[in-house]
Structure formats: C-alpha cells, structure tokens
C-alpha cells in the first residue's frame, strides 16, 4: 500500500513493520526515513509522530518498544 501525504511517500512495502495491534488490527510502521505512520484494518491510513509510537508501544508493548527505541529514562 502506498499513500503520499505533504510530499511525502509511504511504502507498507519499504517501511519496517514495528507492531501489530492484536486487539484492533492496527499495524505500525517506520518509513526508512524515520516517518511513521499507522495502517489501520479498514485500509484507512494516518501518519502520526515518533512519540505517539512511543507512548502506544509504552503502554502495550514495552519490550518491542526497547528493542526499537532502546532503554528508557527512569520515571
């Protein structure tokens, strides 16, 4: 699937796929220029920021969030 948004191309083909959400479908990816952007089941696609990633990865995933992003801070 490829979507073009503010100049931008984004390729489920070319990015790295980082996490599928099991409870909605949702998959979220990383382009190779470290853009990131969510596929959702219905085919509807939405571009979102690196600490939107990290904080869906943070409240669900956190062992795929530290092997992406690395260790995180202590709170």
Same mark, same amino acid.
């Given at each position: 699937?490829?979507?073009?948004?503010?100049? &931008?191309? &984004? @390729? $489920? @083909?070319?990015?790295?796929?980082?996490?599928?959400?099991? +409870?909605? %479908?949702?998959? &979220? =990816?990383? #382009?190779?220029? +470290?853009? =990131?952007?969510?596929?959702?089941? $219905? %085919?509807?696609? !939405?571009?979102? #920021?690196?600490?939107?990633? !990290? +904080?869906?990865? %943070?409240?669900? @995933?956190?062992?795929? &969030? !530290?092997?992406?992003?690395?260790?995180? !801070?202590?709170?």
């Amino acid at each position: 699937m490829q979507r073009i948004v503010n100049g &931008y191309i &984004y @390729d $489920t @083909d070319n990015a790295i796929l980082l996490w599928v959400d099991e +409870s909605n %479908g949702r998959r &979220y =990816y990383a #382009t190779p220029n +470290s853009r =990131y952007f969510v596929v959702f089941p $219905t %085919g509807e696609f !939405k571009v979102v #920021t690196v600490d939107f990633v !990290k +904080s869906i990865l %943070g409240l669900h @995933d956190v062992a795929r &969030y !530290k092997e992406i992003f690395g260790e995180p !801070k202590e709170g």
